[in-house]
């Protein structure tokens, strides 16, 4: 099925591409809320996202752009981090991760868990990018500094009653067999007994080489964590400051993306599938302003833009099709603006996508655009495991 | 590994395990006498998978004295890779004991043995109780 589905997207694609390489405005996905504002407001695509999970860590990866750029203002540094992570948390557990609020029966005790919907605003990440480009769409081609950062949450985030039950069952059979385990197995004691440290830490070690027992439980509870909720609402902001000259510096472009989404789980089939395989409902609103926008008579202003629109898709596994409209609205842009636009996109694997659209685009002259193209995650930092 | 003094008579001892991780935990704690082959006892567990061991009596202070305190948490990570290991990394316990006549011990330095996929982590502190 993959094989065929990629055979037929890769016949597909090659038109694509030469449709794409003339028509350089037309962007997939501009109009979701962004994982990274910040690079989605400054039509940035970096190569490299530094991912620094200490403070220290950030400090050091910008400290050292400037340093690289001969202590001048970098030529491209990008990085994205959730502070929730930088931070020590007293409550830390797989509940407070999974969105689990644990609730107490009259004698105080543990009795069930209920959801906490708010519980997506502590991951809430940020990014920012230093980058020298051409933003401002006069006829002068010279690059400016520009400093972008953004910042993405998910306000409210529900999933069905049944979810959670399931959840917190898995859970709990997790704890049951590991318990299990521990009480079972001669490791503790042998542990114990074992007057050399290094000795101890090498029982440890070969213990675990085994097979784990618990750890396909563990895949299954990740699984679940990361089902789509029925109901999300997203809101991400950007800003953007332009470098005019060596000192002075110009506000250039603010935006904000909010989206209310649900996506209903179906099954085909195999009642597991329906983990895998929904309709997406999706309604959005992005506002920006440009202080360097070119309107439709060609002249370089300020304006404000504000798109209203939506998208229904099935998503099957790795597999998406879908459509999508939204009207624009502002001073200087026509009362016809749409975009209308149908959307293709199969995940290939865990970084790369072939992504497709057809149809017609806010700024498209003759109606009609299709596009092609690949997306991978070869960007990121890479970690490496410790030799073996 | 740390000494507790626990001294002696029929009062309880008390120990408090505190996980501090988001991945999946489970913990155990025996006690038991190194110079002999008597099977050890265990004293507490975790009652879900926070891995905590909610605060307990262990024993009385005659029957810990000169035995050694083990506890051992097992803990399976959730994530890709660099999640797993950032998780690996970050994670800590603490270990509290209670009712000893030095007042309580509270440490946080856990032996941590962490598998090469960074899939599982298992923690391990040992407590020799003196009189």
């Known amino acids: 099925m993959k094989k065929t589905i990629c055979a037929l997207l890769s016949l597909a694609i090659l038109p694509g591409i030469f449709a794409q390489s003339v028509n350089n405005n037309v962007e997939l996905k501009q109009l979701e809320v962004p994982n990274s504002p910040a690079f989605t407001l400054a039509d940035f695509t970096p190569s490299l996202i530094q991912t620094p999970n200490t403070p220290k860590k950030f400090i050091l990866g910008v400290a050292q752009s400037f340093a690289d750029a001969g202590n001048a203002f970098p030529k491209n540094y990008s990085a994205e981090f959730t502070p929730y992570w930088w931070l020590k948390h007293s409550d830390a557990s797989v509940y407070s991760l999974a969105g689990l609020k644990p609730q107490t029966n009259n004698a105080g005790n543990p009795?069930?868990?209920?959801?906490?919907?708010?519980?997506?605003?502590?991951?809430?990440?940020?990014?920012?990018?230093?980058?020298?480009?051409?933003?401002?769409?006069?006829?002068?081609?010279?690059?400016?500094?520009?400093?972008?950062?953004?910042v993405r949450t998910t306000v409210i985030k529900l999933h069905p009653k049944k979810y959670y039950n399931a959840l917190a069952a898995k859970i709990s059979l997790w704890h049951d067999m590991a318990l299990s385990e521990l009480m079972t197995s001669p490791l503790l004691a042998q542990v114990?007994?074992?007057?050399?440290?290094?000795?101890?830490?090498?029982?440890?070690?070969?213990?675990?080489?085994?097979?784990?027992?618990?750890?396909?439980?563990?895949?299954?509870?990740?699984?679940?964590?990361?089902?789509?909720?029925?109901f999300s609402w997203d809101v991400a902001s950007a800003f953007i400051a332009y470098g005019i000259g060596d000192t002075a510096w110009r506000k250039g472009r603010f935006g904000v993306w909010t989206n209310l989404s649900s996506f209903l789980p179906i099954a085909l089939g195999d009642e597991t599938e329906a983990r895998k395989n929904y309709i997406n409902l999706n309604f959005g609103v992005r506002f920006v302003s440009d202080n360097y926008f070119k309107d439709n008579k060609g002249q370089v202003r300020k304006a404000n833009v504000v798109d209203v629109g939506g998208k229904i898709a099935l998503e099957l596994k790795g597999l998406t099709i879908g459509y999508e409209y939204f009207n624009r609205n502002g001073k200087g842009v026509a009362a016809n603006e749409t975009?209308?636009?149908?959307?293709?996109?199969?995940?290939?694997?865990?970084?790369?996508?072939i992504n497709g659209g057809f149809g017609k685009n806010f700024t498209s002259n003759d109606k009609l655009i299709s596009l092609l193209g690949l997306k991978w995650g070869l960007g990121r930092e890479t970690i490496s495991l410790p030799n073996q | 590994m740390s000494n507790y003094r626990v001294g002696s008579g029929s009062s309880q001892i008390t120990l408090e395990v505190d996980i501090n991780t988001f991945g999946l935990a489970a913990s155990r704690a025996i006690v038991l006498n190194i110079l002999s082959n008597d099977p050890e006892t265990t004293v507490g567990h975790s009652l879900n998978a926070t891995g905590d061991i909610?605060?307990?009596?262990?024993?009385?202070?005659?029957?810990?004295?000169?035995?050694r305190l083990s506890i051992m948490t097992k803990i399976d990570l959730l994530g890709s890779l660099a999640e797993r290991k950032k998780e690996a990394e970050r994670l800590t316990a603490k270990y509290i004991l209670h009712q000893g006549p030095d007042g309580p011990l509270s440490v946080s330095d856990p032996m941590k043995v962490i598998a090469k996929d960074f899939k599982t982590v298992i923690l391990y502190r040992e407590f020799d109780l003196t009189l």
Do not use: C
Not at chain 1, 125 to 141: C, E, M, R, V
Not at chain 1, 206 to 230: C, D, G, M, R
Not at chain 1, 339 to 353: K, T
């Open chain 2, 54 to 67: 909610p605060r307990k009596d262990i024993g009385s202070r005659d029957f810990l004295v000169g035995k």
């Open chain 1, 111 to 150: 009795s069930a868990f209920k959801q906490d919907p708010f519980h997506g605003l502590k991951f809430t990440g940020i990014s920012i990018a230093f980058l020298n480009k051409d933003l401002i769409p006069d006829t002068i081609k010279a690059e400016q500094k520009m400093f972008s950062v953004g």
């Open chain 1, 192 to 230: 114990a007994r074992e007057p050399d440290t290094a000795k101890k830490r090498k029982l440890m070690e070969n213990f675990l080489l085994k097979p784990s027992s618990t750890y396909k439980v563990a895949e299954e509870i990740n699984e679940i964590i990361l089902q789509k909720p029925i």
């Open chain 1, 339 to 353: 975009r209308s636009i149908g959307i293709i996109s199969y995940q290939i694997s865990d970084n790369l996508y």
